[in-house]
């Protein structure tokens, strides 16, 4: 798998880290819309073990309208310091916006996370000029920036998604992104019900079996408080339990809030299926 200057092993699990540039975000409510805070993030990250830092300009849920130019002016600069910082950090930008992607792919992002299954169709060439990585998700069709209000699926549910993603990522390669660049994202929540996340998590081997490489972004989300009926602050554990089930499946990034935490949960889980050592075995043995 290559993530612009990344170049990361077949059975490598990693950690992408979020970074919200936005000054409403569901989960840290804008404590790294700040640059201090926010390049303090990144570095705190870094050192906890993430493997690639995603930022975000605008958030997902619904909210006040944030224009192309607002959303350039919240990452452009920033991206480029942390380019500047951190060289050989792989860099991702969550956007829509062909033009957001443009201008931080010129000062320096690898990976382009569209969380909004392509709905503006030139993101995938902006991928190929720049030699980006791309993320495709599935939406099932939402609007950009809408909860799911009675949603269904005329057929299953991870058929529609495999469909979605799978179209997605031949679109990428047809329009020039390396095929090793290109990652597929079941979209937990986006377009779907808490039925429908649990569903494709428990069925995610399936989109392991496609032979993408596939990221998750489950951290913290509604399917893990309403399966727990836990509130957005208490939602960790619920998070990392599906993050244990997930790297069991294959899943190879994993797009969270708590890296150290995360980080530890792939290691044990990456050490179970005998693709990693521990790292100490002393016991019984002296």
Not at 186 to 203: V, W
């Amino acid at each position: 798998m290559r993530l612009g200057r990344g170049e990361f092993a077949d059975d490598a699990m990693l950690v992408m880290a979020i970074v919200n540039r936005t000054p409403d975000s569901f989960y840290d409510r804008g404590a790294t819309f700040a640059d201090e805070a926010a390049m303090a993030r990144v570095d705190a990250v870094v050192e906890q073990g993430a493997d690639l830092v995603d930022i975000g300009g605008v958030k997902a849920a619904p909210g006040g309208d944030v224009s192309v130019t607002e959303e350039i002016d919240r990452v452009v600069g920033f991206v480029a310091a942390v380019r500047d910082r951190h060289p050989d950090l792989v860099i991702s930008v969550d956007t829509w916006r062909h033009e957001v992607a443009r201008e931080v792919c010129a000062v320096g992002a690898d990976v382009l996370n569209d969380a909004w299954g392509g709905v503006d169709p030139k993101l995938v060439d902006v991928a190929a000029e720049f030699g980006a990585a791309i993320v495709c998700t599935h939406t099932g069709g939402a609007q950009v920036r809408t909860r799911p209000f009675r949603v269904g699926y005329e057929q299953d549910i991870v058929a529609d998604v495999l469909e979605g993603v799978l179209g997605y990522a031949e679109r990428a390669v047809a329009a020039g992104v390396a095929r090793e660049s290109v990652l597929i994202d079941p979209a937990h929540d986006f377009g779907k019900n808490t039925h429908h996340t649990l569903e494709i998590t428990r069925r995610l081997d399936e989109m392991v079996a496609t032979g993408w490489p596939v990221l998750v972004s489950m951290s913290n989300k509604d399917f893990v408080g309403e399966t727990l009926d836990r509130p957005l602050s208490d939602r960790v554990i619920g998070t990392l339990a599906t993050t244990a089930v997930s790297a069991w499946l294959g899943a190879r990034v994993y797009r969270v809030h708590e890296v150290a935490e995360t980080r530890q949960v792939l290691d044990l889980v990456s050490t179970l299926r005998g693709e990693r050592a521990p790292s100490l075995t002393i016991r019984g043995l002296a």
